[in-house]
């Protein structure tokens, strides 16, 4: 965490959107990393230490471009490469373009509206219809 997080702190791309975020003091991000400790760990071993809701926590990020989480992405890969073993690596690697791509599919990829009047299996009705 302390490897891959300094490097984004330094980063030109990621650095300033992440010091708007959590400002740039050492105890703004000790209780960040705290923060991203419980969130990995709930990941990686099932701990349940992390509560929160990381999609509204980014959606709130007016700087966010989808590139971003290419560029964290290979931060990332890079930093558990050197830390971890190669199947480790791999596992935190996968798990994390997973939640990267859940977000960029949150953040900016809508799906087009359906035609009105039609009904997909498992839709929500149509606001002031009945469940």
């Given at each position: 965490m302390d490897l891959f997080y300094g490097r984004v702190r330094r980063d030109p791309l990621l650095g300033p959107v992440f010091a708007r975020a959590i400002g740039s003091a050492d105890a703004d991000w000790a209780r960040h990393l705290a923060r991203l400790a419980d969130f990995w760990s709930s990941l990686m071993l099932r701990s349940g230490r992390y509560r929160g809701d990381p999609f509204?926590?980014?959606?709130?990020l007016p700087d966010l471009e989808p590139a971003m989480f290419d560029h964290w992405l290979t931060l990332f890969a890079e930093a558990c490469a050197e830390v971890f073993e190669p199947d480790m690596a791999d596992a935190f690697r996968e798990r994390a373009e997973r939640?990267?791509?859940?977000l960029r599919m949150g953040l900016f990829e809508r799906l087009p509206a359906r035609p009105a009047g039609r009904q997909g299996s498992g839709a929500a009705p149509a606001q002031g219809g009945r469940a």
């Open positions: 509204s926590i980014h959606q709130r939640v990267a791509r859940s």
